[in-house]
């Protein structure tokens, strides 16, 4: 009933900005928390960033004062702005609604020389 579609992956140089988005379909009552999760290659998945029902946020110590979260509820929509990107930042990023727990299939983010 609700799925959850990433956007705004890319390969760029380090130093770099991408934007990434997540749309949410389908019905949902209440104002969901979401999340931004990351996987590299060979690495356990990671939390990277949250934002809750009441617009709160958080974010992983690794990536603390580069990358912001954000959403436009009346578009549905969760965003991620990354900036100053580093090597280590590569992965494929996935969006998550936190409850129910829902997955997007995740976009690629590519950094490097």
């Known amino acids: 009933q609700v799925q959850l579609v990433e956007s705004g992956g890319g390969l760029l140089q380090p130093g770099g900005s991408l934007k990434l988005s997540c749309t949410r379909s389908?019905?949902?009552?209440?104002?969901?928390?979401m999340g931004w999760y990351r996987q590299a290659p060979g690495k356990q998945r990671e939390l990277v960033a949250r934002?809750?029902?009441?617009?709160?946020?958080n974010v992983a110590d690794s990536v603390k004062g580069r990358f912001t979260i954000s959403r436009d509820n009346a578009k549905n929509t969760v965003y991620l702005q990354m900036n100053n990107l580093k090597p280590e930042d590569t992965a494929i990023y996935y969006c998550?609604?936190?409850?129910?727990?829902?997955w997007g299939q995740g976009t690629q983010v590519t950094v490097s020389s």
């Open positions: 934002i809750f029902s009441d617009g709160s946020t």
């Open positions: 998550k609604n936190i409850a129910p727990p829902i």
């Open positions: 389908g019905r949902i009552g209440a104002i969901p928390g």
